[in-house]
């Protein structure tokens, strides 16, 4: 369902990001700034409209500009406020804001801490650091040498923010948000998760549409495939936080009801946290044996702080004669089935286990590509066992992707059968 919320009493106050620099559109640096803001802006009430990237370039810093404080009320830029020349956003919003750019005394007294502590000389470029906008409020910059500005401009508010990811952190933390909630009275936003298996993301869609139709006008639903999984996200708005929760807990509640058969997980957590919730509430190990994924099962596995009361090792098995010498898969096997094969992957299993001395174990074998395919096991064909000591479950998989997707695919499909496994003990 793809529409606005309402916030009850209190009107949505929108708001876009614009991350400046070169290095994010040629791909040189990830802009994981964006994505951080937009989830304090989350937890702030305040809605995000869009975020967009552009070069060090006046031209298109300007249009940026024009475009956004037109589409939303609070405009957050990050990026060009270095002391090189291809940082130009000062002198940009200086001109743009009918300004010129002076020395702030509170951040030239910063930079100069800063490098006196470091017992570094200053040169003229690091001094240019504090100059600002003289139509700007400056912001503090208390973990680098840039400061931040604040404009007001017809109602809109602009604030420009280092690059840094620390710094800008710092700022939004100490200082933006707690302005912008002095200026603003944003309603209340929550979220409500859940994560499906073993249905695709259009039957879903059907399942639940009755239930989808009755949301009330506050709400929005999400859907959010990855990986042969879908994940169901609810989020609601309100004036009052109490009935927001109230109606949120219902909704969800009557949600779990209609996907019941599938419901993998009802909070936002991976899957490799929820087979470590589910291991730990049994006080359970588990072990991995991983031909085609290489060790990546065990990473997800181990991410999480505290797998170690549950995860006790895994054995990469590229190599045929460690599938016959660490995990003790029978020669004639390997011979006549093949690596990858079923009675492979089983024998996996029950090595590792026994290897480990873990309750639980799961085991890859395929082939990811680019080559290695043949007529009868093509690049993709993967497959996985995962069990117990009791009971051992396996499934062959085609997949259809490049190498690096292969692997991700396998490993959550291995980790999908394993929570099956104890789930079903």
Known sequence: MNRD?????????????????????????????SAWIAQELNKAGIWLRRRISVGDSKEEIVNALNTEMK?????????????????????????????????????????????????????????????VPDVCTVIPNKRGTAPGMWFEKDGNIIVSMPGVPHEMKGMMTDYVIPRLQQYFTFPFIDHRTLLTAGIGESFIAEKIQDWENTLPSNFKLA????????????????????????QLNASFNALKTYVKEWLVVDEDIPLAKVIGKLLKEKKATVSTAESCTGGYIAHLITSFAGSSDYFKGSVVSYANEVKE???????EILLTDGAVSEATVRQ?????????????????????????????????TVWIAAGSRNRIITEKFHFRYDRERNIEMAAIYALNMLRKCILEE
């Open 325 to 331: 010498n660490v995990l003790h898969v029978k020669q």
């Open 71 to 131: 589409a939303a009320t609070i405009v957050l830029i990050t990026g060009g406020l270095g002391p090189t020349a291809d940082d130009i956003t000062k002198p940009v919003l200086a001109e743009y804001f009918g300004g010129k750019l002076v020395m702030d005394k509170g951040a030239l007294e910063n930079v100069q801490q800063i490098f006196a502590r470091l017992n570094r000389p200053m040169i003229e470029r690091n001094m240019k650091q504090a100059e």
């Open 223 to 246: 859907y959010l495939p990855n990986y042969g999984m879908v994940r169901l996200r609810i989020t609601g708005s309100d004036s009052n936080n109490e009935r927001l929760q109230q």
């Open 348 to 380: 996996m299993v029950t090595g590792v286990m026994a290897a480990m001395h873990t309750d639980y174990a799961v085991a890859t074998s395929g082939i990811m590509g680019p080559g290695g395919g043949t007529s009868d096991k093509p690049v993709g």
């Open 5 to 33: 919320i309402k916030s009850n009493n209190i009107p949505a106050i929108y708001a876009s990001i614009i991350t400046i620099g070169d290095e994010l559109l040629i791909g040189q640096v990830v802009d994981t700034n």
